[in-house]
């Protein structure tokens, strides 16, 4: 088999440490199912301004477009969060990267383990079975249209939400497709009472929808969808929605789980597919080695299922699962007086699954 070049992209804050324990799976399993895997690496976010002026820079952009795929950590840093005038923001880099490739459909699933069922702040009957994935459209909307800015006089700042026919039909047939892998329900989330935008995502989505007759599909307000999520999250397969809508309901969903340090993603589209865990880069935990890296070494699962192994994405969550169902969780997932363990020694516990093929 040919060698599987993966970039690794560790970022800011947290990145760097959640990033070790997603290479040391990804080093197990490759050496148990003797896959040949280079590594290169490239700096992005905060680190990368602080090196280069740049947050995604040119380089960085090459490395990316070179490797069958690229594992990135999280970007942002406090000190651009707390500079309204700083020029360049990490944010940036990340938002620059996913255009530049043209990663325009960003894929959340969201599940509940049943060992974690009262971790949640939601209550049991309600989160149960909960099974879903949230399809976020992630190159256009409110975070990329044009014009943005401020006046010159400093009294007013605007953005701008624009979608094109074609955007929105190819992430929708991106959500159908999904859909059919899955339970076949699709729900379109927008706010088409109010916004140009959403009426012609309903408009786009009603048409794609005929294409798809096996497909249960509904539309819902994105204000009801953040009540629905809570209240009754068993309710939804597919939700498909723009690119801000997808990002505010993707952190809200992952309550149901327990912890955001739990969900991964993946964002593909036109060239090198990417996979990172939603939760961002969580300065407070920096270099403290408590962050929860499960959700990064669930994206690296996610990152073996786009290269057609699904079976190994398959061992490295059920090994995931069986650190959780053993209670080797880091402290945003432990119960009250139980022990928890540190970042590192999550990693270690998931390798140690794997290396002694407890679950095969
Ligand atoms: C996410 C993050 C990013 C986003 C930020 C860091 C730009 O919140 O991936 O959900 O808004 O897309
Ligand atoms: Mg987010």
Redesign the pocket.
Known sequence: MNTLNIALLAGDGIGPEIMNQAVKVVDAIANKHKLSIQYSTALVGATAIDKTGQPYPEETHQTCMKADAVLFGAIGHPKFDNDPNAKVRPEQGLLAMRKKLGLFANVRPVSVYASLLDRSPLKRERIEGADFVVVRELTGGIYFGQPRGRSEDGTKAFDTCVYEVYEIERIVKYAFETAMQRDKKLCMVDKANVLATSRLWRSVTDRIAEEYPEVVYSKMFVDNAAMQLIVNPTQFDVIVTGNMFG?IL??EASVLGGSLGLLPSSSVGKHTAIFEP?H?SYPQATGKNIANPMGMILSAAMLFDHLQMTAIGTEIRNAVEHCINKGVVTEDLAKPNEKTYTTTEIGDAVTQVINSSILI
């Open positions: 990002d993707t952190d939603i961002g």
